[in-house]
């Protein structure tokens, strides 16, 4: 359902996969972002990067156990939030970066 | 990071022959090789495990650039090299559109943080759109390494 008077949502996410927010996730995470409408920023280390530019990602070399903080504006915003946390989140290392 | 901290400048090739995918990987991981990165490797092992990470997404990131990739159990630190395609390659990028620069990646399995550190470092760099023109334009491995240190500098 879309919101008709939308906030600016944030989560603090941290960092669980040994390999870091690596390459793959990050692709996994811009096309997650594309489903919405919603703005979406990824802060770190105080810059914020635009979560649906890959080339953007690519600028956050964000390490385990390190935070980031997810930013979601717009009309799907809590959706986007809900989603876009568990790619974030992500543990597994058994495959490539 | 800088660069130059990791790119061999003597593997450079500033015209690359191959015309796709595999041969392209092959060709910038056979001249690492050629230049003493790899010690008691397999390069074909090696290249196996670059495309078998392609296989899980491409590492065409968009406008006209690559970052091949993998961590190798064999090698024991980060080594890169940078590529031109005059004609551009079919790579599967996201955009569509046919990757020119290419800099391939090589670390080890157990360093993590410089791994991303050195996928960060290229990406920085290779946005700056007149850098990249001024890569593509360059016909020696020299030249290629002076521009590409000029702006990693900045």
Redesign the interface.
């Known amino acids: 359902m879309e919101d008709p008077s939308p906030k600016i949502l944030k989560r603090v996410v941290k960092i669980k996969n ?7 996730p990050k ?1 996994a995470f ?1 096309e997650a972002a594309m489903r919405f409408a919603s703005d979406v920023k990824l802060i770190w280390e105080g810059q914020a990067f635009n979560g649906k530019s ?2 953007e990602l ?7 156990d390190s935070e980031v903080t997810l930013e979601v504006f717009g009309s799907d915003s809590l959706l986007a939030l809900q989603e876009l946390e568990k790619v974030l989140a992500e543990e597994d290392a058994s ?3 | 990071m800088r660069m130059s901290d990791f790119i061999v400048r003597s593997a450079i090739i500033p015209e690359l022959n191959a015309t796709d995918k595999e041969g392209v990987i092959r060709e910038l991981l056979e001249s690492l090789c050629r230049n003493g990165c790899f010690k008691d490797v397999d390069v074909e092992d090696i290249i196996k ?1 670059v495309l ?2 392609e296989l ?2 491409s ?1 065409g ?3 006209g650039i690559a ?1 091949p ?3 190798y159990i064999g090698v024991d630190k980060l080594v890169g090299v940078l590529g031109i395609s005059p004609s551009g390659v079919n790579f599967g990028s ?1 955009d569509g559109e046919p990757v020119f620069v290419f800099v391939l990646i090589i670390s080890p399995v157990d360093q ?2 410089v ?3 050195a ?2 470092t ?3 760099v290779l ?1 700056d759109d007149p850098l990249v023109k001024a890569l593509r334009a360059c016909t020696t491995a020299d030249q290629l390494f002076e521009q590409m240190n000029q702006y990693s500098k900045m």
């Open positions: 040994p390999n870091g927010f690596h390459m793959r692709a811009v890959m080339f690519m600028l956050v070399a964000a390490a385990e495959i490539p970066s | 495990a078998k990470r899980l997404g590492t990131i968009g406008e970052i990739h993998t961590k996201r993590p943080v791994h991303l550190r996928l960060e290229v990406s920085r946005r």
